[in-house]
């Protein structure tokens, strides 16, 4: 049940029909498991944590730096040199202490990692790479886990949910194939602050809707921001049978 204090500080969105106290309920039974504390990761945990989600799984294993600060907002000067997940930690006890979290403080390997993402009922890819990326989406398909995907550079994001439970949907491995060895990172090509507070916030919207039950997934679209004109467009993405990560030989 909730109590009187929850039923208070998650008045407003207990108010919309679509999530109503059953909602809330199942979102503070919910576990989530944030892979990246950077400008995607902090908007995902800091809006997860105020919705309620009752447990938030963390995993970073880098440290705060002074050039994160103008985007990762999660984090602030003072913790700068911290690791990325004590440093949000201290930021999501504060601000909502009855949520768990659960610590990952070092690199996710192959064991690691399929644990990690079994021991929950969502996750969201907020890394910075493609080989986390495609170990994240593996992992999620051979433990039919929802997989929240964002992405953001220089003045663009994408944005996708892929959910091995349904048929029909893709993997990000459909979708991106085998990536692009000349892959550039945020330190490297750049990036708008807002832009990946804006992908980040999707991404909790759409974790939200997952594990409330409310409204349509990202599932087999992709949404393209163009943050320079301020224009959004989606593409649909089909399954692919062949994908050698969730093809039916693979299933």
Do not use: W
């Amino acid at each position: 049940m909730l109590s009187d204090d929850e039923l208070l500080r998650y008045s407003r969105q207990i108010l919309l029909r679509q999530i109503d106290i059953d909602g809330q309920l199942r979102l503070k039974q919910s576990r989530a498991l944030i892979v990246g504390l950077g400008g995607l990761g902090s908007p995902v945990a800091l809006y997860l944590a105020a919705a309620g989600v009752g447990e938030l799984h963390l995993a970073d294993f880098d440290t705060v730096d002074v050039t994160n600060l103008q985007r990762q907002i999660i984090h602030d000067s003072h913790s700068v040199g911290q690791s990325k997940v004590d440093s949000s930690i201290a930021r999501l006890t504060a601000l909502n202490p009855d949520v768990k979290l659960i610590a990952h403080r070092s690199a996710l390997d192959a064991d690691s990692l399929a644990a990690a993402v079994a021991a929950v009922d969502v996750v969201l890819d907020c890394s910075d790479n493609f080989g986390t990326r495609e170990a994240v989406n593996a992992a999620c398909v051979a433990a039919r886990k929802p997989l929240v995907s964002g992405a953001a550079i220089r003045l663009e994001g994408q944005l996708s949910v892929f959910d091995p439970r349904r048929a029909e949907s893709p993997c990000y491995h459909c979708l991106y194939g085998h990536g692009s060895e000349a892959e550039l990172t945020c330190s490297e090509a750049g990036v708008v602050g807002p832009l990946v507070g804006l992908v980040g916030s999707l991404q909790a919207l759409e974790a939200l809707k997952l594990l409330a039950g409310f409204g349509e997934p990202l599932v087999g679209r992709l949404m393209l921001i163009d943050a320079l004109t301020s224009r959004f467009r989606e593409l649909k993405v089909k399954r692919d049978p062949g994908c050698s990560v969730c093809g039916a030989a693979h299933e």
